[in-house]
């Protein structure tokens, strides 16, 4: 098939959308489909270029904005004659589906789809507890989301967050993880033996609660548990974050910035990966985290519940008190049985999201949009 993935969020910007995309289309070109990404330009990357020697097409329209949305910084799409020139973009490809990610999101996906001429699919990736965008423009969005031929959610979740402001009919089906990429982790194994290192991995946004997890290793120092925090991540709070380091515990935090293809080897240099937040769809750090052997440790949350199983798959933990995060954290790391536990439990679980897995399903829905198959799972109604 001659597929079009059409997301304001891609390379050079990192999170979940863009991860989620980006390992989809590798999979649809695995597999014989023609994958062109719509987007908005972003500025130069080395990883557009890999994402070029993969065989996915990209075509980028207007220019991507920065803007703060849901406690996080979202991106947004302006240009002259946006519509016109996604229009004419449809009009010359003729693709055989049209595959909208983030569909309620101005402006790029929402114009995507006012322009399509093939069957559209859409694919939710958020959760939040209230929207003003939707509140504002709940008929709008209704009247746009029941255009699509087929809905996808990720989660539960994001089922829930949309379920407040329109209806819908959904297919679930999870975000994916590269297992082959994070479970090489052995051969540059680098987990001290002495020292408790916790990774945070993710953007700097308010709702990732990295100044909680940063409060916990003075408690935990003064505890004498020998621990050190290594932050990977950028964003504009960086500064801020930084700000907050007491200066006695200098030492024993680092700030690695943005890092994206030394994922594997770094979850590999790591005792346990904690992911505090408020509001969260999924967790594709916490499935690449089990697929390495890593501990996971995260807030007990929608989205990340339904990823973790706790004290199987790893930990959930309640609430935002940097106390109740310390002594899980040092129970964990007085744990060496916990520890095996967790490693073993959690790469048997990511096995089953394996993209080979989750990419087949999105398929299936597309099968089932044409009109190739009869449905084959249930389907949430919202």
């Known amino acids: 098939m001659k597929i079009c993935l059409v997301s304001e969020y891609y390379f050079p910007h990192l999170g979940g959308v863009t991860e989620h995309v980006f390992h989809y289309a590798k999979f649809l070109v695995r597999h014989g489909h023609q994958v ?74 929402i114009l995507a789809l006012r322009y399509r001429n093939a069957p559209t699919i859409a694919t939710f990736h958020s959760f939040f507890e209230q929207n003003p965008f939707l509140n504002t423009f709940q008929r709008l969005a209704q009247k746009g989301i029941s255009h699509h031929d087929g809905i996808i959610a990720v989660s539960k979740a994001c089922i829930t967050a949309f379920e407040r402001y329109i209806d819908f009919k959904a297919h679930i089906v999870p975000n994916g993880v590269d297992n082959r990429q994070f479970q090489n982790h052995h051969l540059f194994n680098r987990k001290p033996s002495n020292v408790f290192r916790i990774l945070f991995l993710g953007r700097f946004d308010p709702r990732n609660c990295l100044d909680m997890l940063i409060q916990t290793i003075p408690i935990l120092r003064k505890r004498k548990v020998k621990v050190e925090l290594w932050i990977a991540g950028d964003g504009p709070l960086k500064s801020f974050y930084e700000g907050l380091v007491p200066s006695d515990c200098k030492d024993s935090i680092r700030f690695l910035g943005p890092v994206y293809h030394e994922r594997p080897e770094l979850l590999a240099s790591v005792s346990a990966l904690c992911y505090p937040a408020t509001k969260a769809s999924f967790g594709i750090t916490l499935l690449e985290s089990m697929a390495a052997g890593t501990p996971v440790m995260a807030s007990n949350i929608s989205g990340f519940d339904e990823v973790v199983q706790h004290e199987k798959t790893g930990l959930l933990v309640n609430g935002l008190n940097p106390v109740v995060w310390a002594n899980e954290i040092e129970r964990l790391a007085c744990s060496p ?3 095996k536990r ?40 919202a």
């Open 342 to 381: 967790l490693s073993e439990q959690g790469q048997k679980h990511a096995a089953k999201y394996d993209w080979d897995l989750v990419g087949s399903q999105v398929l299936d829905v597309y099968d089932l949009i044409l009109g190739r198959s009869k449905p084959q799972k249930q389907v949430i109604n």
């Open 36 to 109: 062109t990404i719509l987007t908005s330009h972003k500025g130069k990357s080395s990883l557009l270029e890999e994402s070029a020697k993969e065989g996915i097409v990209l075509h980028e329209i207007g220019k991507s904005f920065l803007i703060h949305s849901n406690g996080s910084f979202a991106r947004v799409t302006l240009g002259l004659s946006l519509g016109q020139k996604i229009r004419r973009f449809f009009d010359k490809n003729q693709f055989d589906v049209i595959h909208i990610h983030s569909p309620l999101t101005p402006t790029l996906p």
């Open 337 to 339: 049985d916990l520890i």
